[in-house]
């Protein structure tokens, strides 16, 4: 049984926690954007931490069920409908078949997470089914693709149904737009002045921005290298090209670069920074690597507690 | 190489840290993190290794594994390895068939007249030289491969390509690559190869691992079109 896709909006993507272990060959690790909304939804289900979700960003996403089940949606609010009545993100719904789910457009963030009860049925490739659409590699045909129309997002059919929503304190504020930033790499590189630049001043979202990048534009910075000897990319890196215009390189990143960084972008700070549209406005926050990993546990603590 | 240099540890997010082993590129240097590679993989709690000229990114599962007693873990790993002792035998050397000319080299004549050589000199340049794997990166398989001889040193084309065809093997600065997947890219092109150096199907999927040594071959069209090469793709 399956979903049926009536319109593959503008990009929907499988997407599972990514493809580890193969970096070392320059295969980038795909996963979801907001890694934090993607764990609650299989949460609200049950599911395996890793099943296979729906990441759909922007939205114009419908889908056709086929059979009974369970669903949970998560992330940004894209006025989602079942059957023209409007629903909420962050907890489950009841779907019988024939339902018509739809995804209009963003109301609050950019990317929604849909997970299916069991978890959408799905090959992996190199153990994982993560969608990244410029390395051809994941997602329903193995080939990158992302979903098309009459594509089927599989499932196992139930009729049980719980009614389940994340507490209100664990949903991520979109609206909080200070993107929390460990200093690390190249920073040393860049004088006191420029860190300050950097720290207290508006960057805003470039339209240029996608799964492997946010280009932000602002007040420029500049570090006293003007290359550096190609090094490994870390998830939320952000690199600072020649223009001095910084990058944070997400999920779908180039494995090694050749430009200084500032530091990292920590997951959660990422997921949010994912929710951005572009012409949004953000700012950066120095954090340590202490208070990164208790909000880490405390984040993780809370869906452990949860389930 | 001795234990005094031993790499910098470096925390860079709360699941990744660099290990720095030089500020100079070296074969010495590359070897070291070759062996540190090869040792780190197997460790519980690793979950990715970025390893290249002279730094190796460690990501690991923070979830799970405090950083602390995987810092250790590096530490006690790289301790009881002898950076002397990466012998040749451990090295593997890949031999890659290349097709020459212009017909799948549109540069190799430009690259002949900026090195002031004929394409024959250009070609016999670059097959003698063995390379080592520096780096793999930019797309899945791609080898950064140094160094090439003096000669044979080129810039980087003004206008990068679209689209680079499958198999494509480029010159730029002081090293010489093959492209694995259809890519925009600015390397000079000389020739093509018909072997494939991504494979999802394979145990290794990329022909060339960090740290290999590699060699070129040439062959003639008839040998490049029997192996399988195509000669489309511009």
Redesign the interface.
């Known amino acids: 049984m399956a979903f049926k896709v009536i319109k593959p909006g503008l990009l929907a993507l499988v997407q599972d926690l990514g493809r ?8 980038t ?1 795909g996963g979801p954007m907001d890694e934090v909304a993607f764990r609650w939804s299989n949460a609200l289900l049950d599911n395996d931490s890793n099943s296979p979700e729906i990441e759909i960003t922007f939205g114009m996403f419908i889908l056709e069920a086929q059979a009974d089940t369970s669903i949970a949606i998560t992330g940004a609010d894209l006025a989602a409908t079942l059957n023209d009545k409007s629903i909420t993100p962050w907890q489950t719904y009841a779907i019988k078949k024939g339902d018509v789910l739809a995804f209009h457009q963003p109301v609050w963030g950019l990317r929604a997470y849909l997970a299916v009860k069991g978890g959408f049925i799905c090959e992996p ?2 153990g994982s089914v993560a969608t990244v659409v410029r ?3 994941g997602g329903l045909t193995g080939k990158g693709d992302k979903l098309q129309k009459g594509d089927l997002l599989a499932y196992q059919a139930c009729s049980d149904h719980e009614q389940r929503s994340v507490p209100r304190l664990a949903i991520p504020n979109y609206g909080n737009k200070e993107i929390p930033v ?1 200093l ?2 190249q920073y040393q590189s860049f004088s006191t002045f420029e860190r300050a630049n950097f720290f207290s001043c508006d960057y805003k979202v470039s339209s240029n921005s996608d799964r492997m990048g946010y280009r932000l534009e602002g007040k420029e910075v500049h570090s006293d290298l003007k290359g550096i ?9 952000i690199q600072v090209p020649k223009d001095g215009q910084p990058i944070v390189l997400l999920q779908d990143r ?4 050749g430009y200084p960084k500032m ?2 972008v ?2 959660i700070g990422g997921g949010i920074l994912a929710q951005q549209k572009p012409g949004d406005i953000i700012q950066f926050t120095p954090i340590t ?1 202490d208070q ?2 208790q909000e ?1 546990h405390l984040q ?1 603590a809370r869906l452990a507690q949860w389930r | 190489m001795s234990h005094e240099d031993f790499p910098n540890i470096e925390m860079v997010s709360n699941q990744a840290c660099l290990l720095t082993f030089s500020q100079v590129i070296s074969e010495a240097t590359s070897n070291y993190i070759a062996q540190v590679t090869q040792h780190l993989v197997k460790l519980a709690g690793i979950v990715d290794l970025v390893p290249s000229y002279t730094t190796l990114l460690v990501v690991f599962d923070d979830d799970h594994y405090d950083r602390f007693a995987i810092f250790k873990t590096i530490r006690q790993t790289i301790e009881a390895i002898d950076p002397n002792d990466f012998s040749v035998k451990d090295q593997r050397e890949v031999v890659i068939p290349v097709y020459y000319g212009k017909e799948v080299g549109p540069d190799i004549e430009d690259v002949a007249s900026h090195c002031k050589l004929s394409i024959d000199e250009v070609i016999k340049r670059h097959q003698e030289t063995t390379y080592r794997a520096y780096a793999i990166g930019f797309t899945p398989g791609f080898a950064f491969l140094g160094n090439t001889p003096d000669e044979l040193h080129v810039p980087r084309k003004t206008t990068p390509r679209l689209k680079v065809p499958v198999g494509s093997v480029a010159l730029a600065e002081n090293q010489t690559a093959v492209y694995p997947s259809v890519t925009p890219g600015g390397w000079q092109i000389i020739g093509r190869t018909p072997v494939n150096l991504i494979d999802w199907g394979s145990k290794n999927l990329a022909l060339i691992a960090m740290g290999d040594s590699v060699r070129f071959e040439p062959i003639s069209r008839d040998e490049f079109l029997v192996l399988g090469g195509q000669l489309d793709g511009f």
């Open positions: 580890h272990g193969h970096q070392s060959i320059g295969l690790t490739t190199l390395e051809k590699i460990i690390g790499y000897i190609s090094e490994g990319i870390a998830y939320g890196a180039q494995t090694i670069g530091g990292c920590t997951r690597v990164a990993e880490r993780m």
